[in-house]
């Protein structure tokens, strides 16, 4: 018994903290970019529909069907070494979202984005367009009325859009790994670490980061769940 | 005759026929680097054993050994190193009578045919030039830990780290390095010779063991003879010319 908890606490004193602290940093990054994304989105296909703002609206929810091999291998033709837009940002800011933690950041937000917008949408549905009217009427430019009417009313929505996204990049794992690369200590995600430890047989390593992702992810679901409720 | 009656003697004719018309097949767990060699070579292999289907699973030796170690049904392990093939010995998973070493590869440094600083030698990895350099993970790529014992021996492995990406495979490394997303890489020759259009070679480095491949068959296959047939083609002259092609050495 002694001996069980001695390997224990080694296990637990080696832990290494980056995969942990870097999902949580990216998670919350990219659920920030999602939500001004998300949030935008669904503002503008429930306010001021368009010709082909189904179909753009379409477009937005495909990151929630495709494969996350499917998303990972777009941004890698989309902001890789041989895109327009990759070797632009090479030549003029030596910078590549490629091999970097903003790239987990960006792919995180892609497949985040569908979550935010069907929450926010739905909870910008739910609102009495009356009060809106009431606001501009009496004299709200339009900016203040979505600041000042429409998001607070939508609030529960849209935080429980954003909670569920928190989570779905907290699990991102293929268009990250794609696009990201795992490097240990600079780019490795808990996902990503639970892979490597699996793949090079640390099982006890792969088993205590998969009780630390779970934990997190049942933390954020329990309470967005409260927040679903309350809409 | 009841409907159910009927319906078992159906259900039993079926099952019977369905193990009638089953050709034996036999799942073979090869090093990445064999994936264009071994397509051919299977296909060579069920056209001259009619009836026969050679199933291929492709990956990184280490990964092929975690996946045999938890039990996948594999017949047939050839490896990229020994080391792999080792620690399959040592877990009890080879017969080991069976085992042959079949073929040899080269360690080659490479960089993008286009963009990208001009490497020539280990040297230029040091150049701030040179910003990312793809290799294969040590702990279950044999390429990467062929990588890591040269460049260790050549005193380059602690300034080089920093500049690492590495890679599930040693596909994956010529992958970054054929899209140009690192600066150069460490692949077989072989792997080289299959991206002429988006790789080139920029030195031939000597690895302290030689890159050598085994093969063996599992000792829990159920399909052991015809396991043992298929190693034994791939080291039959027939099966010599085909890794030939591809750029094998002699074992």
């Known amino acids: 018994m002694r001996y069980i908890s001695a390997y224990m606490t080694k296990l637990i004193a080696d832990f290494d903290w980056f995969p942990l602290l870097l999902s949580l940093k990216v998670a919350a990054l990219a659920t920030v970019l999602a939500l001004i994304i998300g949030v935008g989105l669904a503002w503008v296909f429930a306010r001021k529909p368009f010709p082909g703002s189904s179909l753009l609206e379409a477009v937005c929810m495909l990151p929630l069907v495709l494969p996350p091999t499917v998303i990972g291998y777009v941004l890698l033709v989309a902001a890789g070494r041989r895109s327009p837009l990759g070797n632009w940002l090479r030549e003029h800011f030596d910078y590549t979202i490629i091999f970097n933690w903003h790239g987990a950041v960006v792919a995180s937000a892609v497949v985040a984005v569908p979550l935010v917008l069907k929450a926010s949408g739905a909870a910008f549905a739910g609102i009495d367009r009356t009060l809106e009217n009431a606001a501009s009427t009496l004299g709200a430019p339009p900016w203040s009325v979505f600041f000042r009417i429409t998001v607070p009313l939508a609030w529960p929505g849209i935080l429980a859009g954003a909670l569920l996204a928190y989570a779905r990049a907290m699990g991102e794992f293929g268009a990250s790994l794609m696009v990201a690369g795992s490097i240990p200590g600079q780019t490795q995600t808990l996902p990503m670490a639970i892979y490597d430890a699996v793949q090079a047989g640390q099982d006890d390593r792969a088993l205590l980061l998969v009780l630390v992702t779970s934990v997190i992810s049942i933390l954020v679901l329990t309470v967005s769940k409260r927040y679903f409720s309350l809409r | ?251």
């Not at chain 2, 009836?51 to 990956?59: A, D, E, H, P, S």
């Not at chain 2, 093939?85 to 042959?100: C, E, F, G, W, Y």
């Not at chain 2, 299959?194 to 829990?220: E, N």
């Open chain 2, 1 to 251: 005759m009841t409907t159910l009656t009927s319906l078992r003697r159906l259900g039993l004719v079926l099952l019977l026929a369905c193990g009638s018309a089953h050709a034996e097949d036999i799942t073979v767990s090869a090093a990445a680097s064999l994936t264009n060699a071994y397509t051919d070579l299977a296909r060579q292999f069920e056209a001259q054993a009619p009836g026969t289907k050679v199933k291929l699973n492709f990956g990184a030796s280490g990964v092929l050994l975690q996946q045999m170690a938890q039990g996948a049904p594999v017949d047939v392990f050839a490896s990229a190193d020994q080391a792999t093939m080792d620690k399959a010995v040592s877990q009890k998973l080879i017969d080991t009578a069976t085992r042959r070493d079949f073929a040899t590869n080269a360690l080659v440094l490479v960089t993008p045919l286009q963009d990208g600083p001009a490497v020539a030698s280990l040297q230029d990895l040091k150049s701030a030039a040179v910003k990312r350099i793809a290799i294969g993970k040590p702990a279950t790529v044999p390429v990467g830990s062929y990588t890591q014992q040269m460049l260790q021996s050549a005193q380059l492995w602690t300034v080089l780290e920093p500049k690492m990406i590495q890679a599930d495979s040693v596909r994956q490394v010529l992958d970054y390095v054929g899209r140009g997303e690192v600066d150069a890489g460490f692949v077989y020759r072989t792997d080289a010779a299959i991206m002429p259009d988006k790789v080139k070679v920029a030195a031939t480095v000597r690895t302290a063991q030689p890159v050598s491949y085994p093969i063996a068959v599992l000792a829990d296959s159920h399909h052991k003879a015809l396991a043992a047939s298929f190693v034994d083609f791939i080291v039959s002259p027939a099966g010599r010319a085909v890794l030939d092609r591809y750029g094998f050495g002699k074992p």
